[in-house]
């Protein structure tokens, strides 16, 4: 089951039997998500089963198929029967019932399937393609064109064939995913001892030891062991990136150098991989919209053709003329008739599209978001985690006396930093060159800051309000101050009983990436927005530095949703681009929404219309760039499509048209929509 039109044969079988719900078909996984209750799965399948097909559940390996050789032998002896009756028909050299036998025995040879499936089709009231094959090749010889109804058939089952086979790159290019993770993993026992076990049977919090060159086989944490991990078919990371205890791994990446033991977080089915395959499987289910148009136009397409065909065959032939003539053009309209290049068309371009963006850790929920991001007209970023690191850094250091050295006066202030989980202190600790002097009688105080004996003096280390409190500012300073914070600085001071010491600047920076994403979003004509719950300074700073257009700030998640709203007004198309969580209302309202740092994160792949593997904001502007080379694919393939179809249509007419030309035709732009729709797989 690998053409629409053979869907639409199952859908109209199975549709409206007792106790038979929703069906969801995978034309390119082959697969059928039947929804029945348990008493109409027996004769849902028995009516499956007469329609020529062998369903079997997914969980069941499929039968080997049987082997290509003889195919391949039986499709060539065809081929030189349909040859040898054509060169005899055409040269006169034997009689008519040898062209006649040489012609029925390669019909026999490679349509015999054709013939069978046609017929059902028929039984159905179905105009699929192996009908009107059928129809075409019978009225041929019927007529007594012989040699040419042989060729035809040949040609069709070789065309089949190839498609078959080009298809299949399509579909390997999403089950290349699965084998991603290896079937087994080395697990550490109680008594000590490793264990080769099956990824399913390895239980949470499991030992798992993982060799240089080994692909690792579950979400986990290192606990022993220090290297480098390919993380590309993740993420879409270009470099390895290096692991040491603590850090996460993901099932699916490889590594490099040295072995790794790591600690088992997730189990084989919910592990990051899975999810991608899972939402990728999804994504193929959904239908984007110029795929739902193309569906409709073609069970139109069909049967006004067909009607055609039918006037072809009569109306000509009342009216004077020659009936083998008419009823000849009239079997090659049928041939045309069939609309399988134009249908096929737009799910092999979406999934090509859909793994193309999954190579680059950009994973989409769906075909209509792919089509849809070519008409992004505007992004909404959050600022936190997006746009920048989502982690404080000290930025500056100034000392304020000239008396003591500033290191110093760093070491004193990161001593009293490395006693408090406040983000900014931990900002300041971090960076300290030296290890931390011993404090006593430490104090938080609550929305100043802290202080503690150092050597028997008493330092505070605090905000703007700590310092006026303790009576230390001046004029000189107030200004130095209100300079870092119109910067969107975070600033604290350190200072002793006398005098304010030390002045430290942190803030949130901007990921090296964002401002090269910002500058590729403005050539692709998309114009940015930063939604921040930050104050209008701090914001203003980084959308400056960033390059952003339009900067808000001091926004609730309400407020977000609020600027969204107002911004998503046709023509408009809103994008939006957030963590997943906190803008989950200003996400769900935009046209689509965009999940940052989804690696490892169950809500924001689930709830996210797109879902960037990394941090890297520079996938969207690629993304947006694969929507919009995918639409022109899909434009040109519905144009290749319906433009050799109307010209083969106005040639059968004018009687310029033979069958197997027609069958070249059909056959041979479906080929070409297909390898123009694979197109998308190789950059």
């Known amino acids: 089951m690998d053409c629409p039109t053979e869907q639409r044969l199952i859908t109209d079988r199975l549709s409206g039997m007792n106790g038979v719900g929703q069906l969801s078909f995978n034309l390119l996984e082959r697969t059928l998500t039947l929804q029945h209750s348990p008493e109409a799965l027996e004769p849902a399948l028995q009516a499956i089963r007469r329609l020529g097909f062998t369903p079997l559940p997914v969980t069941e390996p499929e039968p080997a198929a049987p082997p290509r050789r003889w195919l391949y032998a039986r499709l060539a002896l065809a081929g030189l029967l349909a040859l040898a009756a054509e060169l005899l028909h055409f040269t006169a050299a034997a009689a008519d019932w040898t062209v006649a036998a040489l012609a029925l025995l390669s019909v026999l040879l490679c349509g015999l399937g054709t013939y069978a499936r046609g017929w059902i089709a028929l039984r159905q009231l179905d105009l699929n393609i192996n009908a009107l094959m059928s129809i075409a090749v019978t009225g041929a010889l019927l007529i007594g064109q012989w040699p040419e109804a042989a060729m035809v058939m040949f040609l069709f089952s070789v065309a089949e064939l190839i498609e078959a086979r080009s298809l299949d790159r399509a579909r390997n290019a999403i089950r290349g995913l699965l084998e991603m993770t290896p079937e087994t993993a080395l697990v550490q026992q109680a008594d000590g001892s490793w264990q080769s076990l099956p990824l399913k049977e390895v239980p949470l919090d499991s030992r798992v030891r993982v060799r240089p060159g080994e692909r690792i086989g579950l979400d986990g944490e290192v606990l ?57 499987e999804q994504a193929q289910s959904s239908r984007a919209p110029t795929q739902r148009f193309v569906d409709r136009f073609a069970r139109l397409y069909t049967p006004l053709v067909f009607a055609l065909a039918l006037l072809v065959a009569i109306l000509p032939p009342l009216l004077g003329g020659a009936w083998p003539e008419w009823i000849y053009r009239a079997l090659v309209l049928l041939v045309v008739a069939c609309p399988c290049a134009l249908v096929i068309s737009t799910p092999v371009s979406i999934v090509s599209g859909l793994a193309a963006a999954a190579r680059r ?165 998309v114009r940015t927005l930063m939604l921040s719950g930050d104050n209008p300074h701090t914001a203003a700073a980084i959308g400056a530095e960033a390059g952003i257009d339009e900067v808000r700030g001091n926004l609730l998640p309400t ?108 056959m041979g732009v479906s080929l070409l929509v297909i390898f123009n729709g694979l197109r998308l797989l190789r950059s």
């Open 224 to 280: 022993a062991g220090q290297s480098a991990v390919d993380q590309s078919p993740i993420t879409g990371e270009s470099l390895p990136v290096d692991k040491q205890p603590g850090d996460r791994v993901f099932a699916g990446s490889i590594n490099q150098h040295s072995e790794l033991e790591y600690r088992v977080t997730t189990l084989a089915g919910h592990s990051t991989l899975a999810r991608i395959i899972h939402a990728v």
């Open 361 to 525: 850790g950009i994973l989409v929920k769906g075909g209509s978001y792919l089509e849809q991001a070519a008409g992004l007209t505007h992004l909404a970023l959050d600022k936190t985690g997006t746009l920048t690191r989502g982690r404080p850094e000290q930025t500056d250091f100034h000392t304020l006396v000239p008396d003591v050295p500033a290191e110093a006066i760093q070491r004193l202030a990161a001593s009293l930093a490395s006693r408090s989980d406040h983000p900014v202190s931990r900002a300041v600790a971090e960076a300290a060159m030296q290890p931390p002097l011993d404090v006593s009688d430490f104090r938080a105080l609550p929305g100043l800051g802290s202080c503690g004996l150092i050597g028997g003096r008493l330092y505070h280390l605090g905000n703007h309000r700590l310092l006026e409190q303790q009576g230390l500012c001046s004029p000189a300073l107030e200004k130095q101050l209100g300079q870092l914070e119109r910067l969107g600085r975070s600033v604290i001071i350190l200072c002793d009983e006398q005098r304010a010491l030390g002045l430290f600047a942190v803030a949130d920076q901007l990921k090296e990436s964002s401002r090269e994403a910002i500058a590729e979003l403005h050539r692709l004509g």
């Open 559 to 666: 407020d977000k949703l609020a600027e969204i709203d107002a911004l998503a007004r046709p023509p408009a198309r809103v994008g939006m681009v957030g963590d997943g969580i906190n803008d989950a209302p200003a996400l769900a309202r935009a046209d689509i929404g965009f999940a940052m740092g989804a690696i490892g994160t169950d809500t924001a792949i689930e709830t996210a219309d797109v879902a960037i593997m990394d941090d890297d904001l520079r996938r969207i502007p690629a993304f947006i760039r694969l929507s919009r080379r995918t639409r022109r694919i899909l434009v040109q393939n519905i144009v290749l499509a319906l433009g050799i179809k109307a010209v083969f249509v106005a040639l059968t007419l004018a009687g310029e048209a033979t069958m197997w030309m027609a069958v070249f035709a059909d």
